[in-house]
């Protein structure tokens, strides 16, 4: 079984910045970080591949940046100009691509909490 473990979220002012941390188990190909916000749809911000390749979301191109650690099983999700509209629950999972698309296992964590807000 592989265990994902979300850390780093917290309470930040709009323009602050956050780091977030997922330790995996074992080494993991392709990794992603999720986010569900009050109200939305769990949704794919950002993806890494074994490879290296990276794909964000239109929302937070230029301001969020993932990062892999293959030697520490770890992922990082470095997050800058921060909005309230970033306010969410934020989730890592592996996953497999599929005709180019990210699709993350059945198995979720906790996650860790991001708020945004003066």
């Known amino acids: 079984q592989v265990h994902m473990v979300e850390s780093g979220g917290g309470l930040v002012q709009p323009g602050g910045s956050l780091r977030l941390s997922c330790a995996a188990s074992v080494s993991i190909n392709a990794m992603g970080w999720y986010r569900r916000a009050p109200g939305k749809e769990r949704e794919l911000v950002a993806a890494?591949?074994?490879?290296?390749?990276?794909r964000y979301t239109d929302s937070v191109k230029g301001r969020f940046t993932i990062t892999r650690d293959n030697a520490k099983n770890t992922v990082y999700l470095q997050m800058s100009s921060l909005t309230p509209e970033d306010t969410a629950v934020y989730y890592c999972?592996?996953?497999?691509?599929?005709?180019?698309?990210?699709?993350?296992?059945?198995?979720w964590g906790q996650g860790t909490q991001v708020t945004v807000s003066s």
């Open positions: 999972n592996w996953g497999v691509y599929i005709g180019g698309t990210l699709h993350p296992s059945d198995y």
């Open positions: 890494i591949s074994s490879g290296g390749s990276i």
